[in-house]
Structure formats: structure tokens, C-alpha cells
């Protein structure tokens, strides 16, 4: 891009001065040489914060005369074309960020406390549990839908035919996996430990995980919790305290070469008998006491 100083053409990069100091009508110009110049020959003087460089890319004009024609503009079916499409494009966009916000909110808010109060026993939940708690929770809903298909996937031992699921939010995912382990009996359980969330087995009921949480020695949520229940049992229940003393007993007998193998795992059995019957009231404490000692 060139301009016209002194007869001479020089390069515009090299005018710096245009962003430093004002623009003036140029009096060795002619209006017919506009287009060779920056400067509207017509203006008064201008600072360059008041220009705006024009759709050929090769002038600065006023920007106190440039008036957006958008009838201009959009006269032309490709630039109502583009405009279209970059509207429809950020409709979108912004749906879907707020379809997932919502997701993310609704798992919060409504998903984790439904489970909760699925898993509110130490019991997996039956039919009937899961049914009245569904229906108590009128917000446990997908915010969109899954499409099923299937596909062929090869492996070593040959083709397979698998199923395929497409879905058009994140949370239609959340509710089809959140029931589909319900259903399959693989349900998600809040940690009372360390309060992070696991998959249970139905084979298996704990409100605690199998998570490390130390490792010297290496023990989990489940085992700290197993020890922690023991204690407080033997603390709180005289049946536990009398036959952990016993237990501790015999064991030191058993250590001590007093007591073989066979005799201590005999011992335990019949301990476990006694304290059952203890716990059911079969037994007087005096009487379990006496006889678990033996």
C-alpha cells in the first residue's frame, strides 16, 4: 500500500506518525485523488481514534460517518447465509452448555440423594424400595434420549456382535447407567468413610470402599471401618465384651502351645454358638459368662 509525499511513493508501513498525530486535510490534493489517500480530503482535522479503516482495506475514514447498512449488507444471500448458520451455531452451542450445567446440577441435587436413600439400610434395596423411592423423586429424569444399534467387533477369538448406544446429552447417560445398574444389581454407594462414591455388588452389602487409605500397613476404607464397628460393638454390647475377653484368653493359650490347633478352632465355634444364644436371650449373662470361659 502505497501514498504519495513529496511526489515520491512510499510504503504506509512505514508511517507511523499516523498513529501519533492528528489527520489534516492535505491542500496538494485534489477531492479526485481521494482514493490515493488515508485521509478524507473532506474532513477537518481528525485523531486516529476516530477512524475506521473501510471494507477495501486501502482508506481511513470518519468513523462519526460510517453508519452500519445492514439492508446493504444483508442483501447479499451469502451473507444472509453466513449470519444464519453462525446464529444457528451459537444457539446450539449455548443449549447444550446449558443442558449440561443442568445435568451436573441434577446429579447433585437429585441423582446422589435418590441413591442415598436407596442404600439407606444395610440391605440392597428390593423392588418394591426402589419403586416408592422412584416415585418419591419426581426430578430423576433424562435431559435427553439414547439411540440403540449394534456393531461388529472383531477380536482373537472372532467377530462379535455388540451393542451400541448413542446419546444426545450427558445426563440421558447418567439416567440409562444410573438404572442400568440398579437393574444388573450393581448399585452406587457413597463411601461413610472417605465419602467418594463406589459400585457395590448385591453379593456384598457395605456402606464403606475397598479404597487404600494408608499403606504401611495397607488398609482400606472397609477395614478401618470393620475395626471401628468391633470396637464400638464390644464397648456398647456386654454379649461382644465377654467374648472378646474369652477369645483373647484362649488365643493366648492357643499361642502359648496350651491349646493345639484343633482344640483352639473347636473352642471358637462353640464360642460363637454361645454367643449367639447370649444375643438372642437364650442365655443369662451369668451363665454365657461361666460356660465360654471353659
Known amino acids: ?58 482508506e481511513l475514514r470518519a468513523l462519526s460517518n460510517y453508519e452500519f447498512d445492514s439492508k446493504k449488507v444483508f442483501s447479499n444471500y451469502e451473507n444472509r447465509k453466513d449470519a444464519a448458520d453462525f446464529t444457528t451455531c451459537i444457539e ?5 452448555f446449558s443442558t449440561f450445567i443442568e445435568d451436573i446440577i441434577r446429579v447433585k441435587k437429585i ?17 418394591q424400595k426402589v419403586i416408592d423411592t422412584f416415585q418419591k423423586y419426581i426430578g430423576v429424569i433424562s435431559s435427553g434420549s439414547m439411540c440403540m444399534g449394534h456393531t461388529v467387533i472383531e477380536t482373537k477369538k472372532g467377530p ?36 467418594r462414591w463406589f459400585i457395590m455388588k448385591h453379593t456384598t452389602f457395605s456402606h464403606y470402599c475397598k479404597r487404600l487409605v494408608s499403606s504401611n500397613p495397607p488398609k482400606t476404607c472397609r477395614d478401618n471401618a470393620m475395626s471401628h464397628n468391633f470396637k464400638e460393638k ?27 490347633k484343633s482344640q483352639f478352632a473347636e ?3 462353640y464360642a460363637i454358638q454361645l454367643r449367639q444364644k447370649a444375643a438372642d436371650g437364650e442365655l443369662e449373662m451369668e451363665e454365657y459368662q461361666r460356660l465360654i470361659k471353659i
Open 1 to 58: 500500500m502505497l501514498r504519495y509525499s513529496s511526489g515520491e511513493l512510499i510504503p504506509f508501513e512505514y508511517y507511523n506518525d499516523i498513529f501519533d498525530e492528528p489527520f489534516y486535510e492535505d491542500s496538494e490534493f485534489e477531492v479526485d485523488d481521494y482514493n490515493e489517500h488515508f485521509v478524507n480530503a473532506e474532513s477537518t482535522p481528525v485523531s486516529y481514534e476516530e477512524m475506521y479503516i473501510t471494507e477495501e482495506l486501502h
Open 92 to 96: 446450539q452451542m449455548t443449549n447444550e
Open 111 to 127: 441423582f446422589m440423594p435418590f441413591v442415598d436413600e436407596l442404600c439407606d439400610h444395610n440391605s440392597y434395596p428390593t423392588t
Open 160 to 195: 462379535i456382535l455388540c451393542e451400541t448406544y448413542r446419546f444426545t446429552s450427558l445426563g440421558a447417560f447418567l439416567y440409562f447407567e444410573l438404572f442400568k445398574c440398579i437393574e444388573e444389581k450393581f448399585m452406587p454407594v457413597k463411601c461413610r468413610n472417605c465419602g
Open 234 to 260: 464390644i464397648k456398647s454390647d456386654p454379649v461382644w465384651e465377654i467374648y472378646n475377653r474369652a477369645y483373647k484368653q484362649h488365643y493366648a493359650r492357643y499361642m502359648k502351645k496350651k491349646m493345639s
Open 267 to 269: 473352642w471358637g465355634e
